[in-house]
Nanobody, 121 residues
Framework: QVQLVESGGGLVQAGGSLRLSCAAS????????MSWYRQLPGKQRELVAA???????NYANSVKGRFTISRDNAKDTVYLQMNSLNPEDTAVYYC???????????????WGQGTQVTVSS
């Protein structure tokens, strides 16, 4: 089994910055794509940013130029640096890892517990 633990959310003023982290624990696996999603109350979860095992990234149009996703494969950790935050970025942010265990070729999706990001105007 794999567990994901997120950290770094909080309250920030518009224009400020936050850095989210998500670390995986467990053994005998590798991680393909690592992603960040966010969800507002009553809305569907939306992709914010993703990074492949090779380092390729993609971003939602709404965060391009402001957010940066990165990963540390040695630590099984993904980061989301969020700059120039605005109130529309307020949401619960979730990390998602695509995991393959050494004992099986199948890929599994794991989610973090979610961390609240609130941007005040």
């Amino acid at each position: 089994q794999v567990q994901l633990v997120e950290s770094g959310g909080g309250l920030v003023q518009a224009g400020g910055s936050l850095r989210l982290s998500c670390a995986a624990s467990g053994s005998a696996f590798r991680i393909n794509t690592m992603s960040w999603y966010r969800q507002l109350p009553g809305k569907q979860r939306e992709l914010v940013a993703a990074i492949t095992s090779g380092g390729s990234t993609n971003y939602a149009n709404s965060v391009k130029g402001r957010f940066t996703i990165s990963r540390d494969n040695a630590k099984d950790t993904v980061y989301l640096q969020m700059n120039s935050l605005n109130p529309e970025d307020t949401a619960v942010y979730y990390c998602n890892f695509e995991v393959v265990f050494t004992t099986s070729p199948r890929q599994y999706a794991y989610w973090g517990q979610g961390t609240q990001v609130t941007v005040s105007s």
